[in-house]
């Protein structure tokens, strides 16, 4: 009589295991899938930052393929493809990001960008004219900055580069373009201004030390600031400046720029050779 009864508590203890087993295993299985996903995302964001862009670019596209539709890694395509330099490529990846029903502004921000990498000035314009005033990002100012000065609203620009430098911890970029922007309007002694205080920001930002020295030598100004620099970028500023005088009709000051230039490089610094060959050539001739 107490066999039927002890059956039953043994069966029913067996199927309380089983779907105790059963529990765990989806627990088991849930701990996977949550530590895939943070698995995928450090490898999104290695690919994004630190990863080869070219591979970055096939990893992005592979995985659009896999799991279509979802809209962070259509981001780490389009962003991958401006890493690698194809940027009219970037122009359709983003795009497909606009078209995603969870777009934000700061999308429709490297979409933009995306466009002023193309030289497509007018769709940049009509990209950022549709983003609400109140999306305040110092992208957003940086890149209406270049906007405004691609029109030659100079009020503007300078308005957007002003606010674009209060809304980041590194402004040397947006303040070396805001120099650029004063020098190709022939305010050179605000451009050289401003490339300072950018090299006050990062000192070893080469573009704004040729740049200030462009600004200096606009104004026939051909001694080298006083700023840090080595060997080899002095004989490159120097070089930068022999130009700017031999274009100002300074030839005999270019002349020896090119010289002192030469003499600087630790190595054979082929461009000035060939500038002073060529000057001395048509002095001949």
């Not at 627990?27 to 690919?47: F, K, S």
């Not at 911890?169 to 050289?192: F, I």
């Not at 401003?194 to 080469?206: E, Q, V």
Request: with cysteine.
């Amino acid at each position: 009589m107490r066999h039927p009864i002890f059956l039953t508590l043994v069966a029913t203890a067996a199927i309380g295991l089983s779907a105790c087993d059963n529990s765990g295993e989806a627990q088991v299985e849930r701990a996977l899938q949550d530590l895939n996903v943070v698995d995928e995302t450090n490898l999104n964001d290695v690919m994004l930052t630190i990863g080869d862009p070219d591979e970055a670019v096939n990893y992005f596209a592979g995985a659009n393929s896999n799991d279509p539709g979802r809209i962070d890694l259509q981001r780490g395509l389009a962003k991958s493809l401006i890493r690698a330099g194809r940027a009219s490529e970037a122009i359709s990846a983003w795009k497909n990001v606009i078209a995603h029903a969870e777009v934000n502004n700061d999308d429709r921000v490297d979409l933009a960008d995306a466009y002023i990498r193309n030289n497509r000035w007018d769709d940049a314009a009509t990209t950022l004219n549709a983003i609400p005033p109140t999306h305040e990002t110092f992208k957003r100012y940086r890149l209406e900055a270049m906007v405004a000065d691609s029109r030659q609203l100079w009020d503007k620009a300078d308005s957007f580069y002003e606010t674009a430098v209060g809304l980041t911890t590194t402004p040397a970029g947006v303040l070396n373009n805001w120099g650029y922007s004063k020098l190709t309007r022939g305010n050179y002694s605000e451009a050289e201004r401003l490339f300072i205080d950018a090299l006050r920001h990062n000192k070893g930002m080469f573009t704004a030390k040729n740049n200030l020295v462009l600004a200096r030598g606009a104004r026939r100004n051909y001694d080298l600031p006083v700023i840090s620099m080595t060997q080899v970028e002095r004989a490159q500023l120097l070089h930068t400046l022999a130009l700017t005088a031999i274009k100002q009709n300074d030839v005999t000051i270019g002349k020896g720029l090119l010289r002192e230039a030469i003499d600087t490089h630790p190595q054979h610094f082929a461009d000035a050779v060939r500038s002073l060959r060529a000057l001395e050539d048509n002095v001949t001739n």
